[in-house]
């Protein structure tokens, strides 16, 4: 794992980088998730190997740093990742998002087209409104979300019968409660223009991915 000095704010964003001497593929996660959980099969599968994979823990989540003062915004996020492709130099590279993590990519796109050779995307957020469990966390207030609303939904996810919830209960422990209230009460509330908007206005190669089911965190 390798550390990145974000520009200004300092705070310290931690990536898993695999090498490889194809285009760079950026693996940004949802809410709940960590690139350092979710992706590292992935990106070893021999499909894959050409390419030089990098596996990111937002701010707020994950081996990066939880500062309590910095607005966990998408816009936020999509903006020192930006600077993060520009100052490794990478670009172009292709911006692979999961639910949330896909509103992250739009948001990179809209601010930075350059940046993006090719957008692979699944089950991301494509209006505002949300998905089912950020619309669970944005319906409480800060507050009670820090105070006992992020241990109840991790509590949930525990029991699940599932093992997927139950996974990602224990990705989603590594986050701080302010970084899950604050990008899930944005992807309630959405943006202008819209991811939706801002997908069919790219003109780059694009895959959209979805499941059985779609729940996007």
């Given amino acids: 794992m390798q550390t990145y000095t974000i520009r200004e704010i300092t705070f310290k964003l931690r990536y898993t980088d695999l090498p490889g001497t194809e285009t ?18 992935v990106a070893q599968t021999p499909c894959l190997s050409e390419h030089r994979r990098i596996m990111i823990d937002l701010l707020g989540a994950g081996y990066s740093d939880k500062p ?13 990742l930006i600077d993060f492709i520009t100052d490794m130099q ?6 692979y998002g999961h639910s949330l993590g896909g509103a992250i990519a739009f948001t990179m796109i809209d601010l930075a087209p350059d940046s993006c050779r090719q957008l692979i995307l699944a089950e991301p957020n494509l209006d505002s409104g949300g998905g089912e469990t950020t619309v669970v966390i944005a319906a409480m207030t800060e507050g009670a979300f820090i105070t006992s609303g992020f241990e109840a939904v991790i509590q949930t996810a525990q029991l699940a019968a599932d093992t997927v919830e139950q996974d990602w209960a224990a990705s989603f422990t590594t986050w701080i409660p302010v970084a899950a209230y604050q990008i899930s009460r944005a992807a309630v509330e ?10 069919y206005g790219y003109s780059g190669p694009k895959s959209y991915l979805f499941g059985p089911f779609n729940d996007l965190r």
Avoid at 74 to 80: C, L, S
Avoid at 90 to 95: A, E, F, M, T
């Fill in 190 to 199: 959405g943006q202008t223009p819209s991811w939706h908007d801002i997908l």
């Fill in 24 to 41: 760079p593929i950026v693996f940004i996660h949802g809410l709940g998730c960590t690139g350092s959980f979710d992706y590292p099969k």
């Fill in 90 to 95: 990478l670009g172009p590279v292709i911006l």
């Fill in 68 to 80: 309590l003062n910095f607005a966990y915004a998408i816009e936020a996020h999509a903006q020192y």
